[in-house]
């Protein structure tokens, strides 16, 4: 499997979730997000799974973290929420129905899960899978040594590790009932500081 076989539809609904999610984070945040994309899909692949929501998959990887930034940070709901609801906007003003409106956002929220099932949800499924993976490394070795490196060859990971741990840590301290508070207290620092992919880049920035 390769990237090109896996590349994102080329809407006008994902191309605006792609400049939203430029516009306002950061590099490293911004390649997270492709990256979650193509984790997604390469666990479908992996799982011989078709026939899901590709665009919807997709502007869901892409502003999954948007509530993280300071211009979408709301001061009670999460940041996943937050996110979520950005989506609905977006996709409201392209034209979507209602229903496919708040599935956008169910699986933005889903993604901060400790699972989703995927005969419940398989986009849900899919995005929780992929950010876990890029996050806590969970999973890290489903997908093919030659896809992932391809994938953090075209999106590195620059400083993910450190700002997100601390956008997250900031989240879980101003609002402890949410899925922050969770994914801080079991381990979120460490385990993006031993994440296999953390690990792999600094090997092969010392070559």
Aim: with cysteine; aromatic share 8%.
């Amino acid at each position: 499997m390769q990237m090109k076989d896996v590349a994102p539809p080329s809407t006008p609904v994902a191309a605006a979730a792609s400049r939203l999610a430029g516009d306002y984070h950061s590099a490293a945040m911004l390649n997270h997000a492709m990256r979650s994309w193509y984790w997604a899909r390469g666990i479908a692949a992996m799982e011989c799974r078709t026939g899901f929501d590709e665009e919807l998959l997709l502007v869901a990887a892409l502003l999954h973290d948007l509530g993280t930034t300071e211009a979408f940070d709301n001061h009670t709901l999460s940041y996943e929420e937050a996110g979520g609801h950005a989506a609905v906007a977006l996709t409201a003003g392209a034209g979507w129905p209602k229903s496919r409106r708040q599935r956008v956002m169910e699986v933005i929220v889903r993604h901060n899960w400790p699972s989703v099932d995927p005969e419940m949800d398989f986009e849900g499924y899919l995005l929780e899978s992929a950010t876990g993976l890029d996050i806590t490394g969970a999973r890290s070795d489903v997908l093919s040594a030659n896809f992932v490196d391809e994938v953090l060859h075209a999106y590195p990971r620059l400083g993910v590790a450190q700002e997100f741990t601390a956008c997250v840590t900031s989240q879980a301290e101003r609002k402890p009932s949410t899925a922050a508070h969770r994914i801080v207290g079991n381990g979120l620092a460490e385990k993006m500081r031993d994440h296999p992919f953390e690990r792999r880049r600094h090997v092969e920035s010392d070559l």
